[in-house]
């Protein structure tokens, strides 16, 4: 099972079996794009969808999708490592790094501008953030 952009027409999720179609939900409308990634906790995937939610798909039920309300948005390549995930956004630069105790409640701790740098997939080293950000270099956290 894996989340197809279809851009204007939303995000399908689909799955394959024998190397065939077996499935496709109807589109669920996000504003996901395909610089934004999935990330598993546990038995649920995350997908960043900004402007105001994040959706939190069952793997065992993967047609069942939870639109979850933020304060802010968040979107972006996910990273995490523990109780913290990095976003990271090459369109334009923007990192959000957030601290997660439980899927259904992500706080946006803090939010970079790289620009005019990109950001690439963050990682974890040692507890700190490590982005790529092209020509500029690397951000390492302090």
Known sequence: M???????DGTHLVKFEDGKL???TAPVKTNSSHLNGPLFFGD????????????LIDAAEPWSIREVETEQPIGGIPTLDGKRMAL????NGKVIIAEVGDPEHITVKRRLDLL?????KAL??????VIPAGYAGIYWEK
């Open 116 to 120: 005019p740098a990109t950001a690439d």
């Open 124 to 129: 974890f080293f040692h507890g700190k953030i």
């Open 22 to 24: 077996s499935a496709a």
């Open 2 to 8: 894996f989340a197809v952009n279809a851009y204007g």
């Open 44 to 55: 649920r995937i995350f997908l960043g969808n900004e402007p105001q939610n994040y959706l």
């Open 88 to 91: 990271t956004d090459r369109r």
